[in-house]
């Protein structure tokens, strides 16, 4: 039982693809980041290369990472004891990381082994709760106005709610526009117009496996509480199934009981929660491999 690193994308498809797409909803973050990753660039999270990595228990795989620095580093549905080797082995590469995102369970097992060999503090980032698409139950009756696809004449505005989405959630903003330009160019991102004028966004990833995830959703400060948000959400979520996707994600931040409220009445279920921890005082150093 031993955990493999390496820098190259297709040695990390090779050993550890098929077990992520066995699971491709609780795998969800890892698929689209490593999506990315292929679409974008190695650059595509931060200027140093993206490292990835795989647990072997005899000669099958058991349990993956994904670290873009200088990001946490991504688990993929783990044991806690693998969470703790994986905690050991990046220490003795000599790695400094920020800290952690998955299943709690298996992020506070990396969190006890990391911060007993480095010192410092842990401290909750986020905390998570995905969901899936169940039976699509749009906002009746509705906001005034109608979706529809943003164009390449919309990029500055979407950018600019990437980034303000960025800025509320309390994460990193897109590092350039490529991964918004991406979105805009294969119709996955929506804007709801109400007399003929933008008032709230919704977008998604790329389908993996038959599965996409719906993020961001955002309104501006002065037009929400009016349903937009339901309302766009609801058609992205129409979309996606229209388009093929067989499983429609998005995560919510558990602090807001707004929002899971409002996504469990459009008809997503929840499945697991998620957390990202982040290290603070000694264990937090400057990240690098």
């Known amino acids: 039982m031993t955990w493999t690193d390496t820098a190259d994308p297709a040695a990390f498809e090779a050993a550890a693809g098929a077990f992520l797409r066995a699971r491709p909803v609780p795998h969800t973050m890892l698929l689209s980041v490593a999506a990315t990753l292929r679409t974008t660039g190695a650059d595509a999270y931060g200027d140093d290369p993206p490292r990835y990595?795989?647990?072997?228990?005899?000669?099958?795989?058991?349990?993956?990472?994904?670290?873009?620095?200088?990001?946490?580093?991504?688990?993929?549905?783990?044991?806690?004891?693998?969470?703790?080797?994986?905690?050991?082995?990046?220490?003795?590469?000599?790695w400094h990381v920020p800290g952690v995102a998955g299943d709690p369970a298996a992020a506070d097992a990396f969190a006890a082994t990391w911060l007993r060999h480095h010192g410092?503090?842990?401290?909750?980032?986020?905390?998570?709760?995905?969901?899936?698409?169940?039976?699509?139950?749009?906002?009746?009756p509705g906001p005034p106005g109608a979706a529809r696809p943003a164009t390449a004449a919309d990029r500055h505005l979407v950018l600019e709610w990437f980034t303000a989405f960025a800025a509320d959630a309390g994460v990193a903003p897109p590092r350039d526009a490529r991964t918004v330009d991406d979105r805009i160019a294969h119709g996955r991102v929506l804007l709801w117009e109400d007399g003929g004028r933008p008032v709230a966004m919704a977008a998604r990833t790329g389908t993996e496996d038959g599965v996409t995830r719906v993020a961001p959703v955002y309104t501006p400060p002065e037009r929400r509480g009016r349903g937009y948000a339901g309302a766009v959400t609801a058609a992205l979520s129409r979309a996606a199934r229209d388009a093929g996707a067989r499983e429609v994600l998005l995560f919510t931040d558990l602090g807001n009981p707004t929002a899971n409220a409002l996504y469990q009445r459009l008809g997503y279920e929840p499945v697991q929660e998620r957390v990202v921890l982040e290290f603070t005082g000694a264990g937090r150093e400057a990240a690098r491999v």
């Open 53 to 94: 990595g795989w647990w072997r228990e005899g000669t099958e795989t058991g349990a993956a990472f994904l670290w873009t620095p200088p990001r946490p580093v991504l688990l993929s549905a783990m044991t806690e004891r693998a969470a703790s080797a994986l905690a050991g082995a990046l220490t003795a590469r000599g």
């Open 120 to 140: 410092g503090a842990a401290h909750t980032g986020e905390r998570n709760r995905l969901y899936r698409l169940g039976t699509l139950t749009p906002p009746d």
